[in-house]
């Protein structure tokens, strides 16, 4: 198996993993429109960050709702 290649039997991986996008910190102060905070997606190098990490590090999951302009494509 192609996993005990790569890892060795005292360092196992995880059995479940996800796929994780990362986003900036909240911003200070929310909107005043609708008193919801925002973030955006995390640029490094011009390209987006994301991480595999077990699942068992997760601990909440987040809702977000995208920020709608005047025309909706």
Known sequence: ?????LFP??????????YVE???????????RHSMYKVT???WSG???ASIIPVSNI???VH?????RAIVP
């Open 1 to 5: 198996m192609a996993t005990q290649l």
């Open 9 to 18: 039997p005292a360092n196992q991986p995880p059995n479940h993993l996800a």
């Open 22 to 32: 990362w986003f900036t910190p909240f911003s200070a102060t929310p909107d005043p």
């Open 41 to 43: 997606r995390f640029i």
């Open 47 to 49: 390209e987006r960050v």
């Open 59 to 61: 601990s909440c999951s």
């Open 64 to 68: 977000l709702i995208p920020k709608f």
